[in-house]
């Protein structure tokens, strides 16, 4: 049976972007399981006793919500990345089996994280979504791995704007940021110029 996770972000006691991440689940149930009776989050997330700070709360679901679990949230550093091509990669749904994800991650090397490559494209890391600054805007891939609920929210606010983005392009980009539900928007930020290049014949 399929089984899907939810990462949503409770900051001093409130729960960010439902809607969306709602939103997501409604798509999700219904592309899998066809019509059924709404799984409303807000009445089974629970945010009081969490305190100040950051909390990561998971919601891992299917046809009904099978776990809800609360754990505090700390930042893992990310100072190097490394292209990694997959072109059969597929994750447009937040599957609870991240496998294949863990598989490209263990190709890392001594990089922190991974760029996964898709069909020549950019699309996320291991975690995160990813935007590039060309020295006056932010660009996105247009075609990620999948699209994040602070994606969504960076999009319809006119941060940052789609764009396909070549591997070979990366290192005309000044500088890349990482972000997802519990990442922040300029929390993660690196040159792209230690992003590791191919290594040459």
């Not at 890392?108 to 590039?132: H, K, P, Y």
């Not at 539900?181 to 230690?194: K, S």
Request: proline residues 5%.
């Amino acid at each position: 049976m399929c089984r899907f996770i939810e990462t949503i972000c409770i900051e001093d006691g409130q729960i960010l972007n439902l809607p969306r991440h709602q939103q997501r689940v409604d798509s999700t149930r219904r592309h899998f399981f066809g019509q059924m009776p709404r799984l409303n989050l807000g009445e089974h997330i629970r945010n009081t006793g969490c305190g100040n700070g950051r909390i990561r709360c998971r919601v891992t679901y299917g046809a009904d919500i099978q776990n809800i679990e609360y754990f505090p949230y700390h930042i893992r550093s990310v100072k190097t990345l490394k292209p990694v091509e997959c072109d059969s990669m597929e994750y447009s749904y937040k599957y609870a089996d991240r496998s294949a994800l863990d598989s490209l991650f263990a190709r890392r090397g001594e990089a922190d994280d991974i760029l996964i490559v898709r069909n020549g494209l950019l699309t996320d890391t291991s975690i995160a979504n990813i935007a590039l600054w060309d020295g006056r805007q932010w660009h996105t891939p247009t075609r990620p791995l999948l699209k994040g609920t602070r994606r969504a929210e960076l999009l319809d606010n006119g941060i940052m704007t789609e764009h396909d983005i070549p591997v070979e392009k990366i290192w005309t980009y000044r500088k890349i940021r990482l972000f997802n539900a519990m990442l922040h928007f300029g929390e993660m930020e690196l040159p792209c110029a230690d992003i590791q290049r191919p290594s040459t014949p």
